[in-house]
């Protein structure tokens, strides 16, 4: 016994333990919601599998699950069973981003970042409805942990790049990745290439064994949602694009966000060419300005659910662990703080906005 719990990461298990009660405590309580009916598989008089399928405006991968799940509950009564796949997406999640970021980061931001997204609402939402997020979420992450274990292990330099990956939002750390890869293996191992150029082309081959067929029978019922939403006339206000933005993105984030980009590149230039930073720069990493930038903005009251939230705790530990520790940046003491303010700032104000009711479409 007493081996088996030193095996046992204590670490990711805390992590894992509140993921878990968040996504599945009471996961069946409830009927239906709008979007999770149009996720059950309901083909119409006549229709088969494929053509339901190729009929829909979303992926397949939501109707491949209900489908199955329809041979076990034919009517769709047991919520809980159809939830339950959904649900263990968004678990997986949990611990896939906490082993991707151990091996980039190292385990304290590793458990922050898990933490973080174990614990965003946004995410325990979408872990309990019959909906795709979750699943999108979950393939987005192992296919960075995939091509992350062919860059740092041999033994899956080329099982790692077999990875199917078709989202723009990950693209710049795939891209990232892969040249890693190629620059490390191309002129030692004459596969590499080869290899590069298989998974390519099963990623191409999984998406256009979908689009081809959809893409030749789109029906009157997808041209005219689209068009209604390019011109606004389904369900205008709902449904525009532009509108569902100011919710979900409120004023100035977008403007937050290109300042701690331009901040984040002046950095690396200072960096990469050995310029020191003026003295009057009271935080001497762009992590620690990216940081305070985006927390304060938190706790201003205009998005502290953020999902960059990861992203930006990730990189303020990273480069204030590594660089005050080496003693290239003496801003240790900066990421500490940061942590301290941060994690009590993302606590209290979603506690604010859970007794706020007329905040809660901002969050």
């Known amino acids: 016994m007493k081996k088996l719990i030193e095996k046992i990461n204590l670490v990711l298990f805390g992590v894992m333990v509140p993921a878990v009660i968040l996504r599945l405590f009471n996961l069946g309580y409830s009927d239906y919601q709008g979007d999770e009916i149009k996720a059950l598989f309901l083909p119409g008089d006549g229709q088969n599998f494929f053509s339901y399928l190729l009929d829909q405006r979303k992926g397949p991968v939501q109707f491949l699950i209900t489908f199955l799940l329809k041979f076990i509950n034919p009517d769709y009564t047991n919520q809980l069973l159809i939830r339950l796949p959904f649900a263990l997406a968004g678990i997986l999640s949990v611990f896939f981003l906490y082993k991707l970021v151990e091996m980039h980061f190292g385990k304290r931001t590793a458990l922050l970042s898990a933490l973080l997204l174990g614990s965003n609402g946004f995410f325990v939402a979408f872990s309990r409805i019959v909906q795709y997020q979750s699943f999108t979420i979950l393939f987005m992450v192992l296919a960075l942990y995939m091509l992350t274990l062919s860059v740092k292990r041999s033994e899956y330099k080329h099982k790692g790049m077999i990875s199917h990956y078709d989202a723009v939002f990950i693209l710049p750390f795939v891209m990232y990745l892969m040249s890693v890869w190629l620059k490390r293996n191309f002129k030692k191992d004459p596969r590499a290439l080869k290899t590069l150029i298989i998974s390519l082309t099963v990623s191409a081959a999984l998406l256009l064994a979908f689009y081809i067929p959809f893409v030749l029978s789109i029906s ?6 689209w068009s209604g939403r390019i011109s606004g ?7 525009s694009s532009k509108y569902l933005f100011s919710v979900y993105q409120p004023i100035y984030v977008v403007h937050f966000y290109v300042l701690a980009s331009l901040l984040g590149l002046a950095f690396l230039y200072y960096k990469a060419y050995g310029v020191k930073l003026p003295k009057k720069i009271a935080f001497k990493s762009a992590a620690s300005l990216v940081f305070y930038t985006f927390r304060l903005y938190g706790v201003a009251g205009l998005h502290p659910g953020n999902p960059h939230i990861c992203v930006y705790f990730a990189g303020n ?6 660089f005050g520790r080496h003693g290239r940046l003496p801003d240790r003491k900066t990421s500490r703080n940061g942590f301290r ?4 700032s993302h606590i209290i104000f979603n506690l604010y906005v859970y007794f706020c009711p007329e905040l809660r479409r901002f969050c």
């Open 220 to 225: 009157e019922s997808t041209l005219s949602y």
């Open 233 to 239: 006339d389904v369900s205008a206000k709902i449904s």
């Open 317 to 322: 530990n990273y480069h204030g662990h590594r």
């Open 341 to 344: 303010l941060g994690i009590p």
